[in-house]
Structure formats: C-alpha cells, structure tokens
C-alpha cells in the first residue's frame, strides 16, 4: 500500500512538472501586426485624412486578444475590432503593453467618440457615447495629430 501512494505522488509530480506553462507559450507565439486590410480617416468636407495598414480583430478570440503581447502600432497601423451588431461598447488597457487613441465608429463608419493617450495596464473604462459596431485602436497621439473630429468618417477595404 505505501508503494503504491509513493507511486500515485511521484506520478502526480511528473505529471504536473509535463504541464505547459502558459505565459510562456503565450509569449513564443508570433503577435507582431498582421497586415489585413486598408483603412482611411475622412473629413466630413470628404478629404481624406490618413491611410492605414489595420490588423482586424473580427474573432472572438482576436477580439479576447486586442492588443494583448503586441510591443507596439507604428503611425500607419491600427487594430480595428469588427463587431457582428452595434452596441455600447466598453474598453480597458489591462494587459495592453502601449499607450493608444481609441476611436469608436458606428455602423455608419461615422466616429461616434475617442480616446486619447489610454495608458498601458490602466482598467479605467472608455465608453463609446451611443451604440457601435467598430472599434479602432491607434498608436496614442494620432488622433490630436489628424485632427480627428466625432463625425468624421472612418472607412475600410
């Protein structure tokens, strides 16, 4: 009987020593920005403001994901998270590792509201104003830098 608790423990030890550690598989996966599509800011006098090379997170994995692991968005990357429906949409920078604009757009394209300058690991909520379906993350700054205005438009390809 003692031999066959000794083995149970030493079983019990080997097994879990054999378990992955997760933060480090997290961190061997490659999470540098994935070029998926064509996005531009517009003026509501129709000039267009910027283009962009945006990563989509239009998963529900992709959108768990956010900008988890990612080091950093040059000026001419964004993430933009695709959303089945427009609702009020709430967002946080835990686990967020760069400081970011966070600009909400309804289903219209229209830029609903923003967030400037977002900290990395900060859990105060940025709300949208009303009910959207997309949301943009940018590298913290680009939106005083084009000037971007509710009402602008925001569109993709």
Wanted: charged residues 25%.
């Amino acid at each position: 009987m003692r031999n066959l608790i000794t083995g149970l423990f030493v079983a019990t030890i080997i097994a879990s020593s054999c378990k992955p550690n997760f933060e480090e598989e997290m961190k061997s996966k490659d999470f540098s920005f994935q070029n998926e599509a064509t996005g531009y800011f517009i003026t509501k006098e129709k000039d267009t403001l910027k283009k962009l090379q945006l990563e989509l997170a239009d998963t529900d994995y992709k959108v768990q994901l956010g900008m988890t692991y990612k080091e950093e968005l040059t000026e001419d990357q964004g993430l933009l998270f695709v959303f089945d429906r427009s609702d009020p949409r709430q967002f946080y920078m835990k686990n967020t590792n760069v400081p970011l604009d966070i600009i909400f757009v309804d289903e219209n394209y229209i830029i609903d509201s923003f967030v400037s300058n977002a900290q990395p690991n900060d859990t105060t909520i940025s709300k949208s104003k009303k009910p959207v379906q997309y949301v943009l993350d940018l590298k913290a700054g680009m939106a005083t830098k084009l000037g971007l205005q509710e009402g602008d438009t925001f569109i993709w390809e």
